[in-house]
């Protein structure tokens, strides 16, 4: 089964740091760009970041750009999301996805495969 999955939520306090990490299980993710994504309850899904095949390209929400950073290492097929200066309004589950293309364009539509997110808490 070709599926991909989350590790690394929690619950922290604001101001501290996360990293989740995102592997696959069935297929490469050295091949696809990646994407993270998030969904606080009653909202929509939103996307958070993307990264290209080869790590080359990274795009950033705006809410999170200067505190999160999108990586991969491709020898040992993850991709991590480190997450610092966490506030409370950053409290969602995250996902991560992967999308047949080696550029770094992640719209939420058009991913492939789809973890089944990991609980970030943000809270005092």
């Known amino acids: 089964q070709l599926q991909v999955v989350e590790s690394g939520g929690g619950l922290v306090q604001p101001g501290s740091s996360l990293r989740l990490s995102c592997a696959a299980s069935?297929?490469?993710?050295?091949?696809?760009?990646v994407g993270w994504f998030r969904q606080a309850p009653g909202k929509e899904r939103e996307g958070v970041s993307c990264?290209?095949?080869?790590?080359?390209?990274?795009t950033y929400a705006e809410a999170v750009k200067g505190r999160f950073t999108i990586s991969r290492d491709n020898t040992n097929g993850t991709v991590y999301l480190q997450m610092n200066d966490l506030k409370p309004e950053d409290t969602a589950v995250y996902f991560c996805?992967?999308?047949?293309?080696?550029?770094?364009?992640?719209?939420?539509?058009?991913?492939?495969?789809w973890g089944k997110g990991t609980l970030v808490t943000v809270s005092s």
């Open positions: 069935g297929f490469t993710l050295a091949y696809y760009a």
């Open positions: 990264i290209s095949s080869r790590g080359g390209t990274t």
């Open positions: 996805a992967a999308r047949d293309v080696r550029i770094g364009s992640c719209p939420v539509d058009r991913m492939d495969y």
